[in-house]
Each structure stands twice: as C-alpha cells, then as structure tokens.
C-alpha cells in the first residue's frame, strides 16, 4: 500500500495523559498536513511541513500540541495532558507542492 | 480570514433524481477541491478546479468553478444508493492548508 498511513488507528486515553500519532506519508510527497476533524464538521487545519520544515504551526489548537517531521520523511502529533475536547479524528495528507493532497485514514482518539 | 460554505447541509433525495450542492468562498483562492467522505473512513479526492469556468465530470457527477462569484457547485445526475456519503469542498490559498466547508451529508434513498 503506497497511500498515506497513520498509525494507531484509534487510540483511548486518560484525561492528562500524553498521547502521541504516527503519519507516514506517500513517499515522494514532500507536504505534510496535519488537520482535526470533530463530529459533524469539515477538517480543520493545524500545521504543515515542507521536507522537515515546520512552516505554519499558528493553527494548532494550543501549547499543548505540537508536531515534527525530523527526517523529511514520517510525522508525529503530540498532545500533552490531553482534555476531553481533544476527542476528534486527527488526519494526516501529504503532497507535492502546489499539487492535490491525498488523505490518510486518520486516528479516531477518545479522551476519557 | 478564509471562509468557505456549503449549503444544503444535509440533503435526502431519492434514487434517479437531480441535485445540486452549492459551496461559496469568502475571499481569493489558488484552488477548489471536492472530497467525498464514508462514515468512519477518510476523505476522498473527487475533484480539483484550478480556472475559472473548469468543469469536471467522473460518472453522476460534475463540478464547476466560477472564481468571479466565488461559486463552485457539484451537481448530481440521476442520484444512486451508492453515492450516499458525507461531500465536502476545500479551497486553498497560497501555502496554507485547505479551508474546509461542514460538508453536505447526503443520503439517496431507493
């Protein structure tokens, strides 16, 4: 399977616990995207990299969030001392610059 | 601040009919995505429109882009069980990620 893949699928934890998700990305894209998608809504976008540059991290929800992408290659998205309004589907996209980006099937967290 | 809105946001039709979605976008954009999305899975990529007046078509369906209105609609044609789904647009303005829209959740009834 050469599509975008996230890593766990779903994932439940305790209020404050650190959680922390996997992305690896189509290999020849060097976009990554990281966006939220609650109940009902369309994804929200948090942050991007282009090759292992960070370029936009302003959208992330709070201090408590935080991406890298230390190689260029795959991603992780922590949250730290995860609240009960974390609970959301968190989906990773990669691309090619300026082109379409193609979704992963993203990871379901539930803060319990 | 880009904003970007669909409407319906929930549509029952019947199976043969003819519908329209409608999204509109607050400000200038590089380009306009369709996304279908299943319950529980990802989004699929549907459509890109790049110009103004492009119009796309893959089987019942079949986007268009008016970039002066800000105006992009995706029309279904003689709807079936199968498109059931949750459609979504996206629009892009220079290095930033895609502005969703809440989506159109459709259901096609036999």
């Known amino acids: 399977d050469t599509g975008v893949s996230q890593n766990p699928r779903h994932k439940i934890t305790k209020r404050g616990q650190n959680v922390t998700f996997r992305c690896d990305p189509i290999s020849e894209h060097n976009r990554l995207y990281w966006y939220r998608q609650t109940l009902g809504q369309g994804p929200e976008f948090l942050t991007y990299?282009?090759?292992?540059?960070?370029?936009?991290k302003s959208r992330l929800l709070s201090d408590r969030f935080s991406a890298e992408r230390p190689k260029g290659s795959f991603s992780t998205l922590e949250i730290q001392r995860t609240e009960q309004g974390d609970s959301a589907m968190y989906l990773c996209?990669?691309?090619?610059?300026?082109?379409?980006?193609?979704f992963g099937q993203g990871t379901r967290l539930t803060v319990v | 601040e880009l904003k970007v809105e669909q409407n319906p946001l929930f549509l029952s039709m019947q199976e043969g009919k003819n519908y329209t979605i409608y999204c509109n976008y607050s400000t200038t954009s590089d380009r306009l995505y369709w996304y279908r999305q299943d319950p529980g899975k990802s989004l699929e990529s549907l459509f890109v429109l790049l110009s103004n007046g492009a119009v796309k078509q893959e089987g019942r369906l079949m986007a268009s882009l008016d970039t002066k209105a800000r105006l992009s609609t995706l029309h279904i044609t003689a709807a079936v069980h199968d498109l059931s789904a949750t459609y979504f647009c996206a629009v892009v303005r220079g290095a930033d990620g895609l502005t969703f829209g809440k989506g159109t959740h459709l259901i096609i009834q036999p």
């Open positions: 996209a990669s691309s090619l610059v300026s082109k379409e980006a193609f």
């Open positions: 990299f282009q090759n292992e540059a960070q370029l936009e």
